[in-house]
């Protein structure tokens, strides 16, 4: 069994700053790309940034420039760093890792989820 623990959401004003983390523990030999998703009331989940084992990122073009993803792969930990944060940031926010087990095995797990709420 595999957890994906998030942390780091909150209120915040426009054009402030906040640091989401996701630590994986469990049943784990390795994990492949780790990611942010988020969805807002009303809306599809959808994919906020990627980042692979080797460290390769890709981001939605609406946080271009914004946002910094990071990971530590001695630790099973993913990072989103958030700046200059907009209104229509608002969302819950959710890790992702796709984890390899020690039966090589790949799964794609989910975090519970971390409301982020930008307003003033």
């Known amino acids: 069994q595999v957890q994906l623990v998030e942390s780091g959401g909150g209120l915040v004003q426009p054009g402030g700053s906040l640091r989401l983390s996701c630590a994986a523990s469990?049943?784990?030999?390795?994990?492949?790309?780790m990611g942010w998703y988020r969805q807002a009331p009303g809306k599809q989940r959808e994919l906020v940034a990627l980042?692979?084992?080797?460290?390769?990122?890709n981001y939605a073009d609406s946080v271009k420039g914004r946002f910094t993803i990071s990971r530590d792969n001695t630790k099973n930990t993913v990072s989103l760093q958030m700046n200059r944060l907009k209104p229509e940031d608002t969302a819950v926010y959710y890790c992702l890792a796709g984890v390899v087990t020690p039966r090589w095995n790949e799964y794609d797990y989910w975090g519970q989820g971390t409301q982020v709420t930008v307003s003033s």
């Open positions: 469990g049943s784990i030999f390795s994990i492949n790309d």
């Open positions: 980042i692979t084992r080797g460290g390769s990122t």
